[in-house]
């Protein structure tokens, strides 16, 4: 991989990730020279760290969640009048550099509108049997709720054209995001593809990972939110 | 048909009718109406409970209930679940309210998507 993606944006939301999201920008810049993260008021020094590594940093002035934080970056990204792709990147370094930029020659050489992260499609998966079994419920429920047939629906790392970022409105602030952007994909009836990538599950991501529970808080934000 | 045959209808109807306003959000003036008019009810009703306490007792043994204070139960019951349930809504659109005007915020201070704003690009 050797190009740059200058009409690209990554977006990057970022919340109390200090200690790692130096070097995810750091990584990710030579190819996208164009990286937004939003911090979503972190206590530590995640803006300045992100900012030193030479990344665009907008700011909430109070913690929104990581659905809030991806809406802001679009619409940070979007008012970039050379953008044309949109990148959702995890700032704790579970998404490689290289599945994101396949993801955007997809885009630019397929007719489709966004292109999503799965870990099944590959089957290069490190997750243990439980996280494997929340996952595939939730492919099963996002089936049923949206009609969409997907191999892996809690995937963070998603391409976007610049139909897609603008037809996509994220109002779920908090985890459900993920199931209201399925959910936003098959009301405006957009085109999508799904591209194996690898999560990298670091000790440090399985160390804060999300737990189980968060399953339960996220079907209930669905349900009742 | 047991004795609290009315009663149980007049319970379980209520907590539809709560249901259909959470499944079916409607906006304009008639919600607000109703809201108004269902509180101006509610008062009324509270003041004649006291003034008149006997009322809610032959109310009671109408619709199948022994006594005025089960049936006030009742109704505490039914206002309390519509009152959390407009709570909830009303707090969901500030949150939402919050959040736009964050937004706004955060793009207002944020920093210019180019170091050279002169329309080069960084190839």
Redo the contacts between chains.
Sequence with gaps: MTQ?F?DTWLIVPLYNEGSVVGGVVREALPHF??VVC?DDGSSDNSAAVANAAGA???????N?GQG?SL??GL??AL??P?AKYFVTFDSDGQHRVDDAARMVERLRTEPFDLVIGSRFLGGNVEAGFLKRLVLKTAVLFERLNTGMDLTDTHNGLRALNRHAAQSIRI?Q?RMAHGSEILREISRNELRYAEEPVHIVYSDYSRAKGQSIWNSVNILSDLL?? | MGSQFWIKVILIASFVVLTLIVVIPRRGARPIAIRRLTMILLLVTAVAAVAFPDWTNSVARLVGVGRGTDLLLYALAVVFVGHTIRA?TSQ?AS??N??EL??K???L???P??DHEDGE???
């Design positions: 740059t200058s020279p164009n939003v665009r940093v907008v700011r909430h002035p109070i929104l809030a809406q802001t619409k940070y008012e970039d050379h109002k602030n009742f939110g | 909830r969901l949150e939402q919050v959040t964050a937004r915020i955060a793009l201070t944020a920093p998507h180019r690009r960084q190839d």
